[in-house]
Structures are given as C-alpha cells and as structure tokens.
Nanobody, 120 residues
C-alpha cells in the first residue's frame, strides 16, 4: 500500500491550496483518512481527519479555513486550504487507516509529505 500526496507549494498569505492524497495497492478497506503537518522544530500535529462515513474532525487552528473531503471510489483524500497564514507553513502528511484484506489487521500508512509554504 502506498499513499501519494501532491498539491503543495508556495502561496501568499490569504491564498489557497488544495492537497490530494491517493492510496494505491492491495486495499480491502480504508477507515479514517487524515492530514497532519510538521513545522520545523515542532512535533507532527493533526490537521484534519475524515471517517469512511464522512465524519470530520479539525484542529482548532484550521477550523473555518480548511476543509477535508474524500472520494471513496478513488481512495483519495483532499484538503482544501483557504485564508492561509504563515503559521500554516509545514510539511503536510496524509494518513490512512487501511486493511489489506478481510482477515488482515488495520494498519496506519503515511504519505511522503508535501511542503506548504505561506509567505507573509
């Protein structure tokens, strides 16, 4: 199983970006998918998660500015980021709670990370 993230880049304060993350490989089912971020010198933190049924959870710092969504048919999760601030600058990682088979246990998989830089 692989998670491939894309969509990062450089944007000015107040701008928008859309991140995508597609899961591929031997996938039986995907439970929760999410986005995390890690800024230089800081620990990785949760940004947003979405369950297989569409229940969303956001960090307080991004509520009202970021929207997480997913396309279950494409095994893809998205993060629409708006009103970006310099403090949103970080490497963004996608995550998936995935089963590779009916009798296989659920495992956490991570994408490779995509850099988001917000200039002031």
């Amino acid at each position: 199983v692989q998670l491939q993230a894309s969509g990062g880049g450089l944007v000015q304060t107040g701008g928008s970006l859309r991140l995508s993350c597609a899961a591929s490989g031997s996938i039986f089912s995907i439970n929760t998918m999410g986005w995390y971020r890690q800024a230089p010198g800081k620990q990785r933190e949760l940004v947003a998660t979405i369950s297989s049924s569409g229940v969303r959870n956001y960090a307080d710092s991004v509520k009202g500015r970021f929207t997480i969504s997913r396309d279950n048919a494409k095994n893809t999760v998205y993060l629409q980021m708006s009103s970006l601030k310099p403090e949103d600058t970080a490497v963004y990682y996608c995550n998936g709670d995935i089963k590779e088979g009916y009798y296989r246990p659920r495992k956490d998989y991570w994408g490779q990370g995509t850099q988001v830089t917000v200039s002031s």
